[in-house]
């Protein structure tokens, strides 16, 4: 069975600080997509990487995708309340799209 | 305005009974997903279709029915309601294959007392 194993699980932390989720697993996937979502709302698609080794930006959110296609990073610079939110990655792999089980972060003022 | 629509948002039931939640998609995505989304499982696939008349069991298909007549729509049927089936369900669809993003409703929450 394909696991994608998020953390932390939780984090709460001050407008302005940096931060980094991890989307890990020990299966090679063939793309790996990141979501936010907000509650009350369906997860929202922020970017898809498909090659080991790709980074793509969003504004202040940067995406990485491990060398061998079995990880994933999302950094976050000076994180803003309005990046308040569920993150959840998903792994694509043999007609399957595998969910993390999420990171909820909090923003605080 | 094209998207992906769930009714009802919010529903009460009781043990027993049967529960349809519909899904309907103005993309013409060939593929369409139930998923349930519970704390501490995060999201977990019911049922999928890569077309019409063409389903496929998920990861947590028990007590659940799925039916797509249409390619547009994909109604999620729990035949006889059970307190463990309260839950967060999500539709999404996706074009070509179904490892590629998803698009998702806005969710339905069901609550069986």
């Known amino acids: 069975t394909q696991l994608l194993e998020q953390s932390p699980q939780f984090l709460s932390i001050q407008e302005g600080e940096n931060l980094t989720v991890y989307c890990n697993s020990s299966?090679?996937?063939?793309?790996l997509q990141w979501y936010r979502q907000e509650p009350g709302e369906g997860p929202v698609l922020l970017v898809t990487v498909v090659t080991g080794g790709e980074v793509k930006k969003l504004k202040r959110l940067t995406f990485q995708f491990g060398d061998a296609r079995k990880d994933s990073s999302l950094h976050i610079t000076a994180a803003q309340p309005g990046d308040t939110g569920l993150y959840l990655c998903a792994g694509g792999s043999q007609g399957n799209l595998i969910f993390g089980k999420g990171t909820k972060l909090s923003v605080k003022p | 305005d094209a998207g992906i629509t769930q009714s009802p948002r919010y529903k009460i039931t009781e043990t027993g009974r049967q529960v349809t939640l519909m899904c309907h998609q103005t993309?013409?995505?060939?593929?369409m997903f139930w998923y349930r989304q519970d704390l501490g499982h995060g999201l977990r696939l019911i049922y999928y279709s890569a077309a019409a008349d063409i389903t496929d069991k998920g990861e947590v298909p028990d007590g659940y029915v799925v039916s797509r007549s249409k390619t547009e729509n994909f109604p999620l049927t729990l035949e006889s309601a059970t307190r463990s089936q309260t839950s967060v369900y999500f539709c999404?669809?996706?074009?070509?294959?179904?490892?590629?993003?998803?698009?998702f409703g806005d969710g339905t929450r069901l609550s069986i007392l």
């Open positions: 999404a669809s996706s074009d070509v294959t179904d490892d590629q993003p998803q698009h």
């Open positions: 299966s090679v996937f063939s793309s």
């Open positions: 993309w013409s995505h060939s593929y």
